[in-house]
Each structure stands twice: as C-alpha cells, then as structure tokens.
C-alpha cells in the first residue's frame, strides 16, 4: 500500500479510516466511564449519598479543566508537542483518574470520604477525556481536512456514543449486582485496551508524518503564544464556543440525571432505567454521520445547529409536562433527543477549521472544550441543589424522591438561548464568509 502513495499517506482512503478507528477506540471508553457514573445515581443515593453529593461529584469532572487550566495547557501542549504525546497523557491521565474513583468506591471509608476520593478521581479523568477529546479532533483534521471531514467527526461521534449507551445501559445493573465499585473497574479495563490502541495509532501517525512533504510536516510546529489572542478576536469562534456551552449543558447534565428520572417520574425500574437514556445514542451512531456526510457535501453546517437547538426545546418541553408520565413517552423523547444530539455536533465541530488555521487548532478546540466544561462543572451541581433544596417529595418506603419539572424547564432554558446563538453564528457567517453554509469537501 505504501508503494502506490504518491503524495501522503492521507490520500489513501484506508489508512485515514484505519486511522479513524483506531483513535476512536481510546474516545469509546472514556465515554463509556463518564456517563457509567452519571447511570447509578439512584443506586448510589440508596447507599446513603445525597443528589448534592452526587452532583458535586460530577462536577467534579470540571474542576481542574476549568479553575487550573489544564484543558487550555493540553491544547498548547497538543499544538506544541503533537499528537502522539498528547494522547498518550491523556490515555494515562484518564486511567490514573478512574483508578483513583475505584479506590474511593471500593474502599468502604464514610460517605463524605468517598465522595470527595471519588471527586478527585473524577477531576483527573474529566482532564484526560477532554483532553483526548481535542486531541483526537485534531487527529481527524490532520487526515481528513479538505476530505470527508465531517462525516470522519460524525463516525468518530458515533463510537463515543457507543461508549455512552454501554455506560448507561450497564452501570445500575453492575451496580446493583456488585456494588458501584464495579462500573470504575470495568472502566480502568477498558481505559488499558484504549491506550494500547492508541499506540498503535502512533505507529501511523509517524507513517504519515514521513509521507508528508516537509512544508507541510513543518507547518504544524508553527504554533505560537501570541495566536492565543488571535482566537480571541474572532467572533465566529465566541459564537461556536458559546453555542457549544448552551447546547451541551441541556445534554450531558441531563444525562447525569436521566436514569434517575425514569425512575421518579415515569416509573421504571432502578435496573431497567439506564435503558432508556441509552436509546439516545444508538440515534447518534447512525445519524450523527449522515449529518456529517450532509454537511461535507451539502453544507448548510449553520443551519443543520439551528436545527438541533430547536429540537433540544421540544424534547426538554415534553419531558417537563407532568402529564406525560408513560414511560412510551420518555423513549419518544429520547429517540427525538438523539436526532438534536446528532445535528448539533455534527456540524458544530467540523466548523471550527473554517475558523482556525490548523496550527491553532488544538488549542482552539481546547479553549471551546474549557468553556463547555464551565457548564459540565456548574449545572450537575445546580441540578442537584435544586433537586435537594426544592423538589423533594415524600417516596415508598421511605425513600427519597424527586419531581424534576424545574430542572426539566432549567434545561429547555439551555435550549431557547442556543436557538438564539446558532441564529447570530448563521448571520455572522452571511457578513464574515467563514463558509459554513458550503460543502466540506473540496472538488478538483
């Protein structure tokens, strides 16, 4: 195969794919543990936490991304020392994390020991993740830009999804069977098949960099301080970053809590609700990819995030009416979550490089991940102070439980405010010509 590249190893269709899916793999479990610990929240307040501990544990996830830079330092890191380092310290970050949770969950110390072990594992793992996020991004760029972009994001979307709906669908059962120290293990086991992926993915990336023509191999390097302040100044990139906060805090938050609102509101049973949650992203795995094959050959990349957004209104309206308790009615909701889940980042992502140059790329995803996980931290917590403080209600046998119509209507708020921004993103497109109404791919 080497043998008939005449200019890079980017111009064979098998190696880009190959490569897409080898780096998919590290991503696939790292989203598998994130959203395992958003499903056993009802089996974890039965062992004696509180929704504001459980909250404060998942907002643990932000803490060092955002209050010690860490994400923002990894994509200087990335744009400085590439994307072989990068994922690997990432890969290596995320399992020091997740081990660190295992040991607070297995170790049987008091209830506020835990939680705060826990947290501090969970902060290490939000780091790495994120980090392998941006840098995973940036690997596609490198071997997709000018080609099918966005249908290679929406692909590697997909198995990360995959990840997600493994998570939520087997947390409460492990849980439940063998304790909640069983969902960390069974991530630290996946975590050590991602890395040993990713250095297999290093083999090809040096490959690539060897079939390059040095102009192009040198231009990565170019990365330099002072381009933090030209980020800054583009409102296009504001606009996306901003979008991406909005859209993903009535997302992923609200997966931190779905499995329990099955169970409080429409009544399904605690080994039973994470399936529900996790019909979201088998939606993402079939159509985040169609919409990114759109957006490559179509375009209309602004227009498909209007879309998403007014779809994340109508989902989070049906699930805050009391009236639609049946549970038939959460799976059509979540079915139609999926669909909003997929049209956003589908199209949001692959925006970026109309934005940035690819030297700056890392830190720029870096700096959109930072400002994501602003909302990552601080809404999980908001969600499980309201719930505490102001939704409470008397349950069977004397347990806790929860209304969840306000937070239901705190999350269609995320909503109506993404509407508003992904409509300035398409007017500011229209003025500046960032092109994200055009079609990815480049014709000859």
Same mark, same amino acid.
Request: net charge positive; hydrophobic share 55%.
């Given at each position: 195969?080497?043998?008939?590249?005449?200019?890079?190893?980017?111009?064979?269709?098998?190696?880009?794919?190959?490569?897409?899916?080898?780096?998919?793999?590290?991503?696939?479990?790292?989203?598998?543990?994130?959203?395992?610990?958003?499903?056993?929240?009802?089996?974890?307040?039965?062992?004696?936490?509180?929704?504001?501990?459980?909250?404060?544990?998942?907002?643990?996830?932000?803490?060092?991304?955002?209050?010690?830079?860490?994400?923002?330092?990894?994509?200087?890191?990335?744009?400085?020392?590439?994307?072989?380092?990068?994922?690997?310290?990432?890969?290596?970050?995320?399992?020091?994390?997740?081990?660190?949770?295992? %040991? +607070? $969950? &297995?170790?049987?110390? @008091?209830?506020?020991?835990?939680?705060? =072990?826990? #947290? !501090?594992? /969970?902060?290490?793992?939000?780091?790495?993740?994120?980090?392998?996020?941006?840098?995973?991004?940036?690997?596609?760029?490198?071997?997709?830009?000018?080609?099918?972009?966005?249908?290679?994001?929406?692909?590697?979307?997909?198995?990360?999804?995959?990840?997600?709906? %493994? +998570? $939520? &669908?087997?947390?409460? @059962?492990?849980?439940?069977?063998?304790? =909640?120290? #069983? !969902?960390? /293990?069974?991530?630290?086991?996946?975590?050590?098949?991602?890395?040993?992926?990713?250095?297999?993915?290093?083999?090809?990336?040096?490959?690539?960099?060897?079939?390059?023509?040095?102009?192009?191999?040198?231009?990565?390097?170019?990365?330099?301080?002072?381009?933090? %302040?030209?980020?800054?100044?583009?409102?296009?990139?504001?606009?996306?970053?901003?979008?991406?906060?909005?859209?993903?805090?009535?997302?992923?938050?609200?997966?931190?809590?779905?499995?329990?609102?099955?169970?409080?509101?429409?009544?399904?049973?605690?080994?039973?609700?994470?399936?529900?949650?996790?019909?979201?992203?088998?939606?993402?795995?079939?159509?985040?990819?169609?919409?990114?094959?759109?957006?490559?050959?179509?375009?209309?990349?602004?227009?498909?995030?209007?879309?998403?957004?007014?779809?994340?209104?109508?989902?989070?309206?049906?699930?805050?009416?009391?009236?639609?308790?049946?549970?038939?009615?959460?799976?059509?909701?979540?079915?139609?979550?999926?669909?909003?889940?997929?049209?956003?980042?589908?199209?949001?992502?692959?925006?970026?490089?109309?934005?940035?140059?690819?030297?700056?790329?890392?830190?720029?995803?870096?700096?959109?991940?930072?400002?994501?996980?602003?909302?990552?931290?601080?809404?999980?917590?908001?969600?499980?102070?309201?719930?505490?403080?102001?939704?409470?209600?008397?349950?069977?046998?004397?347990?806790?439980?929860?209304?969840?119509?306000?937070?239901?209507?705190?999350?269609?708020?995320?909503?109506?405010?993404?509407?508003?921004?992904?409509?300035?993103?398409?007017?500011?497109?229209?003025?500046?010509?960032?092109?994200?109404?055009?079609?990815?791919?480049?014709?000859?």
């Amino acid at each position: 195969m080497v043998e008939s590249i005449k200019k890079s190893l980017r111009d064979s269709a098998a190696a880009r794919w190959s490569a897409l899916a080898i780096v998919s793999v590290i991503m696939f479990c790292g989203y598998y543990f994130d959203k395992a610990t958003s499903a056993f929240k009802t089996a974890i307040v039965d062992s004696g936490w509180s929704s504001v501990d459980f909250g404060f544990f998942k907002s643990a996830y932000g803490w060092l991304n955002v209050f010690a830079f860490m994400l923002i330092i990894g994509g200087i890191i990335l744009d400085k020392k590439g994307v072989r380092f990068t994922g690997i310290l990432s890969a290596l970050v995320m399992l020091l994390g997740v081990g660190i949770c295992w %040991v +607070g $969950l &297995a170790s049987g110390f @008091p209830v506020r020991t835990q939680v705060w =072990v826990a #947290a !501090v594992g /969970f902060a290490f793992f939000g780091t790495g993740v994120e980090v392998a996020g941006i840098t995973v991004s940036k690997v596609i760029v490198k071997w997709f830009k000018g080609k099918e972009l966005a249908t290679a994001m929406g692909l590697q979307l997909a198995g990360a999804r995959m990840g997600t709906a %493994v +998570g $939520l &669908a087997v947390a409460m @059962p492990l849980a439940l069977k063998w304790g =909640v120290k #069983a !969902v960390p /293990f069974l991530g630290l086991a996946l975590l050590l098949m991602g890395t040993v992926a990713y250095l297999f993915y290093c083999r090809m990336d040096r490959r690539l960099d060897a079939s390059e023509p040095p102009a192009a191999a040198a231009g990565e390097d170019a990365f330099k301080l002072s381009d933090i %302040v030209l980020i800054l100044k583009n409102k296009g990139f504001w606009l996306i970053a901003l979008l991406c906060l909005i859209f993903y805090s009535g997302v992923f938050p609200f997966l931190d809590y779905a499995t329990d609102l099955m169970v409080q509101k429409y009544h399904v049973s605690a080994s039973l609700a994470g399936l529900i949650p996790a019909l979201l992203p088998f939606g993402n795995i079939l159509l985040t990819p169609l919409f990114g094959t759109i957006y490559d050959r179509k375009g209309k990349g602004a227009s498909i995030m209007i879309l998403g957004a007014f779809l994340l209104v109508i989902v989070h309206a049906i699930f805050a009416v009391p009236a639609f308790s049946h549970w038939a009615v959460a799976v059509g909701a979540m079915l139609l979550l999926g669909v909003a889940f997929s049209l956003v980042p589908s199209a949001m992502w692959p925006s970026v490089p109309k934005l940035i140059p690819e030297k700056q790329l890392g830190t720029a995803y870096s700096m959109i991940f930072y400002i994501q996980n602003i909302g990552l931290m601080g809404v999980p917590y908001l969600i499980g102070w309201v719930l505490d403080r102001f939704c409470r209600v008397p349950g069977a046998g004397g347990k806790v439980a929860y209304n969840y119509t306000l937070p239901l209507l705190i999350f269609l708020s995320f909503g109506v405010i993404a509407i508003f921004v992904a409509y300035r993103l398409k007017a500011d497109d229209r003025k500046k010509g960032y092109g994200l109404e055009l079609p990815n791919i480049k014709r000859a």
